[in-house]
């Protein structure tokens, strides 16, 4: 059986290459405008030290694999199709794993299936690293407005997460492509845990 739609849409594919053009992501958005040329679909593109890698409806995964290789100067590295485990107990483990690789698009996602089953302190999750992801995407005052939030629902929630620690993994982030951000969930994760 293959992966099921998410949404009424088609699977998302996740292609990674390898980032031999030592890419960062302030270059995200001309990778993007490059990668766009090339496909019919809207897609993301994420660029961290190691790789870069694209999100893609599966209905395009053979046309999205090419493009990346031939755009990153890269081997393919991996692809996968679908969303990331929904399993309960598993779901601070995946998305802990995602944030320690600098997954943070696939972290975001995780924190969505958290949201849906524990309310504000899951959103704040998906959040914090959609605003690590949008920083990968070359878009750090998108990312600080995100962390802002977060930061403001943590408030609300009684929860923690330090404003000023997630603006400095922004930027660390938009300057490199990758940053330690489990000291700064960390505490986030555990509160959510206890509530799955």
């Known amino acids: 059986m293959g992966p099921v739609a998410h949404?009424?849409?088609?699977p998302?594919?996740?292609?990674?290459?390898?980032n031999r053009l030592g890419a960062l992501p302030p270059q995200a958005p001309h990778l993007r405008r490059m990668l766009r040329e090339r496909l019919r679909r809207p897609l993301n593109v994420h660029v961290s030290a190691?790789?870069?890698?694209?999100?893609?409806?599966?209905?395009g995964l053979a046309e999205a694999k090419k493009a990346l290789v031939e755009v990153a100067g890269g081997e393919?590295?991996?692809y996968r199709l679908g969303e990331p485990p929904s399993c309960e107990p598993r779901l601070p483990e995946a998305y802990m794993g995602y944030v320690a690789a600098n997954m943070f698009w696939e972290a975001h996602t995780v924190g969505?299936?958290?949201w849906r089953r524990v309310g504000l302190p899951g959103r704040i999750l998906a959040v914090a690293a959609g605003a690590l992801a949008r920083a990968q995407e070359g878009a750090p005052e998108a990312a600080v407005a995100m962390v802002r939030?977060?930061?403001?629902?943590?408030t609300e929630a009684r929860v923690a997460l330090d404003a000023e620690q997630g603006e400095s993994l922004v930027e660390e982030v938009y300057a490199r492509g990758w940053a330690d951000a489990r000291p700064w969930l960390l505490p986030l994760v555990e509160a959510v845990r206890a509530l799955l």
């Open 112 to 114: 969505e299936a958290m």
């Open 149 to 154: 939030k977060a930061a403001a629902w943590a």
């Open 7 to 10: 949404h009424g849409h088609p």
């Open 12 to 18: 998302v594919a996740i292609v990674y290459a390898g």
């Open 50 to 59: 190691r790789w870069i890698s694209l999100k893609a409806f599966s209905t």
């Open 76 to 78: 393919l590295l991996h």
